[in-house]
């Protein structure tokens, strides 16, 4: 649920006051950021989708981790997935404002 509220209220609300041009810059996006924005327009314009894919993905790893004994280290990797897709999307968003902010400000950015 994290990742979806990342994706639907900070990724918009940052990048709407960061890049020069506002949200249009962002559809012109390429690479992580890119994929990061479209993402949220996934999440933002199907949230039932979304909100669906997350319900079936942590209801089949409850059940597989309550019954099946084995797959609670499957269970405890894609916990692990999920809190670096978290960190994932949550660095993405703020290297891309921090790098809006230096091309705005005329100083030169390495990476």
């Known amino acids: 649920m ?5 994706l639907t209220r900070l990724v ?3 990048w709407a ?3 020069p041009d506002g949200l249009r810059d962002a559809a ?7 994929l990061t924005w479209h993402a949220a327009l996934f999440c933002h314009q199907e949230p039932f989708v979304a909100n669906l ?3 079936v993905i942590s209801i089949s790893a409850f059940v597989l981790g309550a019954r099946f004994g084995p797959m609670r280290f ?7 997935a999920v809190i670096l897709l978290n960190a994932g999307i949550l660095y993405v968003t ?13 100083i030169p950015v390495g990476l």
């Open 2 to 6: 994290l990742g979806e509220l990342l």
């Open 12 to 14: 918009p609300m940052l």
């Open 94 to 106: 703020i290297h891309t404002c921090l790098r809006a902010t230096a091309a705005a400000a005329g």
């Open 17 to 19: 006051e960061f890049l």
């Open 74 to 80: 499957f269970v405890w990797l894609a916990a692990l």
């Open 53 to 55: 894919g997350i319900a």
């Open 28 to 34: 012109n996006l390429r690479g992580w950021p890119g």
